[in-house]
């Protein structure tokens, strides 16, 4: 049995267990999700060609509580503006999309991987492509904009991580998963460039399982929720899914197991993440888990190889114009 398939056993066996199936105060059906991109309730995704650049999830409770919704959108990966014009542009759309809701969104969640390789220039272009959005915006870091200087401009423009606020009856929590991959950049004395290029790789070898919630976090995770009720409804908003879906690409937490033993007590979890630019699905448990599509491009579904993945479907570190 190799490695992947052990840890999901591990999963299965920690977190399958027979008769726990997550709460069922939010519905959602099949046809919707297949249909309609991403769901909590009902939703609906903006089209730009192929590929959907906004989700918008509505939220209902079959115990009561107000109906609201907010918008997701994730994985940019903006270059310089003179390098890719059609990822800038894909990102006005959906910003456009976000502006255009009758009635408006609650809020916008940016969901990670705002530029492509870190730069302050392409920070700085997403921040001002996404000052056009009025509502309230929050945002988590993803690993293409963390790495070149270690958080330090994302922190600075978009505020640090984790955090968290109650709205209409959810709690709503941020959390990093990206900051924390093993150093293996200094002992090969590589620069802050070097380091980001190994990062911005989704298969690369030397970044390893980098993909953590931590130790602190989890910690403060469980002290945010100490005073929450065990069945009202908890939203985590994470660039990662927290689950074991493909180590490889880091389509997971490592630390999954410390993850889920402080959600256990809780009844109503959903985690929503970006970073496998896919649709997804996934009840583990008692936490329902969704996946959305990025603005940029489309990941094959693992374990499809990358350097299979059709010529000129997308040309991942390049520069596209």
């Known amino acids: 049995m190799n490695e992947q398939a052990l840890h999901r056993r591990d999963m299965d066996r920690l977190l399958r267990r027979s008769g726990e199936t997550p709460s069922n105060a939010i519905r959602m059906t099949r046809r919707i999700f297949l249909h309609k991109s991403l769901v909590l309730g009902t939703a609906g995704a903006a089209a730009y060609g192929f590929f959907p650049l906004l989700n ?54 940016f969901g990670g ?17 996404l000052e ?37 009856g959810v709690r709503f929590i941020g959390l990093d998963t990206v900051s924390r991959a093993e150093d293996f950049w200094t002992s090969r004395k590589m620069s802050p460039k070097e380091r980001m290029g190994h990062m911005a ?51 997971w937490v490592r630390d999954w197991r410390q993850l889920h033993e402080v959600l256990e007590p809780y009844a109503n979890v959903t985690n929503i993440h970006g970073h496998t630019h896919q649709v997804l699905y996934n009840e583990i448990g008692k936490v329902r888990s969704i996946g959305m599509l990025a603005t940029s491009w489309p990941w094959p579904y693992a374990p499809v190889s990358t350097a299979t993945f059709p010529d000129g479907f997308f040309l991942l570190n390049r520069q596209l114009v």
């Open 113 to 129: 991987d705002l530029a492509q390789l870190g730069d302050p220039v392409e920070l700085e272009l997403g921040a001002e492509l």
């Open 132 to 168: 056009e959005v009025t509502i309230k915006k929050v945002f988590i870091p993803g690993e293409h904009d963390w790495y070149l200087d270690m958080g330090e401009t994302w922190n600075r423009m978009f505020g640090e991580t984790p955090w968290t606020f109650d709205h209409k």
């Open 56 to 109: 918008t999830l509505d939220f209902a409770f079959a115990a009561g509580g107000e109906p609201f919704k907010f918008a997701w959108i994730s994985d940019t990966h903006l270059y310089p503006r003179d390098l890719n014009s059609r990822f800038v542009e894909k990102t006005v759309r959906a910003i456009e999309e976000v502006q255009a809701m009758d009635p408006p969104a609650d809020f916008l969640i």
């Open 201 to 251: 790789t989704l298969d690369g070898t030397l970044g390893g399982a980098w993909a953590a919630v931590g130790a602190e976090q989890l910690i403060w995770l469980g002290e945010t929720l100490s005073d929450w009720p065990k069945d009202a409804p908890i939203v985590l908003f994470t660039h990662n899914p927290i689950y074991e879906y493909y180590p490889p690409w880091n389509f």
